[in-house]
């Protein structure tokens, strides 16, 4: 016999609660696929030795939203994507300076490593507790994502010793802006029976193994992540 968590035993998918947190959560999720196909075109002409290679990952973000969109409307959600806009602006913004001096190192951080990272956390922590609709997608997406990941660590770890300086200073840049997102959903979220904590936990966790994949020691890890506390 399948056993209920307390959690989900007060989820109701259907409740207007649940939907309004979704109208956001959804739309986040929808608006990050969309800005995740651009950045990986932005990418493409950045690296051209890897341009297909980033098409293909491009092309698999947008199939992602298409997933999302279905989510919303299975549970007869429209999703707030003027919120969603808001809550990507600041790591959107870097992300379009740096393509524009053509900081692909910076780029990757924030798309392949930040964004990426976020995206596998959440998911991970979403997909025990989503309508079974969206676990379904969510399931398949995931595993997507670990590859995109992937991409950046293996092309930062091939360019390390060039990439460490800038790697540190786009850290110190960015990780308070994901800090300032989380701190903006955690209501939602709570709602959705995601907590704040596991969260964290999952996207430190996988931002650690990321930066220690590419290279930087376990100290250097410690002092990159202390810039997430200051947001
Ligand atoms: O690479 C990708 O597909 C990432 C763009 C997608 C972003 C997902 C962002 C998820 C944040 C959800 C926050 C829920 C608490
Ligand atoms: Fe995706
Ligand atoms: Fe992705
Ligand atoms: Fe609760």
Redesign the pocket.
Known sequence: MQQLTDQSKELDFKSETYKDAYSR?NA??IE??Q??HENYITLSQLLPESHDELIRLSKM?SR?KKGFEACGRNLQVTPDLQFAKEFFSGLHQNFQTAAAEGKVVTCLLI?SLI??C??IA??N??IPVADDFARKITEG?VKE?YS?LNFGEVWLKEHFTEAKAELEQANRQNLPIVWR??NQ?EG??HTMA?EKDA?VEDFMIQYGEALSNIGFTTRDIMRLSAYGLIA
């Open positions: 959560i986040i999720v990050g696929e800005e995740a973000e992602h798309q964004i990426e976020f995206a959440a998911y922590i979403y997406v994502e995109h997102m989380l959903v939602d979220a995601m969260l």
